[in-house]
C-alpha cells in the first residue's frame, strides 16, 4: 500500500475499519488485522494521534463484545497497538484498562462489562480458562507498562520499536537503565 495514499486518507481509513473490530465475520476480523499489521507500523504516532481515539473506542467495544470471539480478537488489536503506539495507548488508558480487567470477570456495575462476567460463569469459556486468562494478564501487564512509561515520561515515540529497554524500579520510581535494538549488546 502506498504510504502516502494512505497518510492522505487516513481519517476515513481509521473511521470505517476499525468499525470491523465487532465484525461477527472471523475471516473479515482476521484480515483487518493483517492489513493493520501491515499499515499501522507506517503511520507514526504523531500522525495517527488526531484518529486514536476512534481506535480506542472501538476497542473498548470489542473487548466487551457479546461473542467471545470477537472480545478473544481485540486483545490481538490490542497487542498490536501496544506495539505499534503505547504512548497513544496509555493516554487513552483509562477505558481501555476497565475493559482488559473485565475480561478477566470483573463486576459489570463498576466496569460496565457484563459480558465478561458471562464468560466466568461459562465452563467451556476460553477466557475464563487458565489459558484465557493468562492471555488476558499479560495484555493487562503490557498496558500497565506502557502507562507507567508514560507517566514518568520516559518513552519516546520516536524511538523505533525494535529496541529492548531494560528498567530499574527503585522506591517506587521506574528508570531507563539501557537501551539497545534487538540482537545487540547493550548500550548507556
Known amino acids: 500500500m502506498d504510504s502516502q495514499v494512505l497518510l492522505a486518507s487516513l481519517g476515513p481509513f481509521i473511521d470505517q475499519s476499525a468499525a470491523l473490530f465487532v465484525d461477527k465475520s472471523v475471516a473479515v476480523r482476521a484480515l483487518l488485522l493483517k492489513l ?4 499501522l507500523p507506517c503511520v507514526p504516532p504523531d500522525v495517527i494521534r488526531p484518529f486514536f481515539s476512534v481506535i480506542s473506542s472501538n476497542l473498548c467495544c470489542a473487548m466487551t463484545h457479546i461473542f467471545e470471539d470477537i472480545r ?5 488489536f490490542l497487542d498490536l497497538c501496544l506495539d505499534c503506539y503505547p504512548g497513544l495507548v496509555a493516554e487513552n488508558s483509562g477505558p481501555l484498562f476497565l475493559k482488559v480487567i473485565g475480561q478477566l470477570g470483573g463486576d459489570k456495575t463498576k466496569l460496565g462489562s457484563g459480558c465478561a462476567t ?7 469459556s476460553r477466557l475464563a480458562s487458565s489459558k484465557g486468562k ?23 515515540t520516536s524511538v ?12 517506587g520510581h521506574a528508570a531507563l537503565l539501557a537501551c539497545r535494538p534487538l540482537g545487540d549488546q547493550l548500550y548507556h
Open 36 to 39: 493493520y499489521t501491515q499499515t
Open 72 to 76: 478473544m480478537d481485540s486483545l490481538k
Open 118 to 124: 458471562a464468560s466466568v460463569l461459562n465452563p467451556v
Open 134 to 156: 493468562t492471555q488476558i494478564l499479560s495484555r493487562q501487564q503490557r498496558l500497565l507498562e506502557a502507562m507507567i512509561a508514560a507517566k514518568t515520561k520516559i518513552y519516546d
Open 160 to 171: 523505533p520499536h525494535d529496541l529492548v529497554y531494560e528498567w530499574s524500579n527503585s522506591k
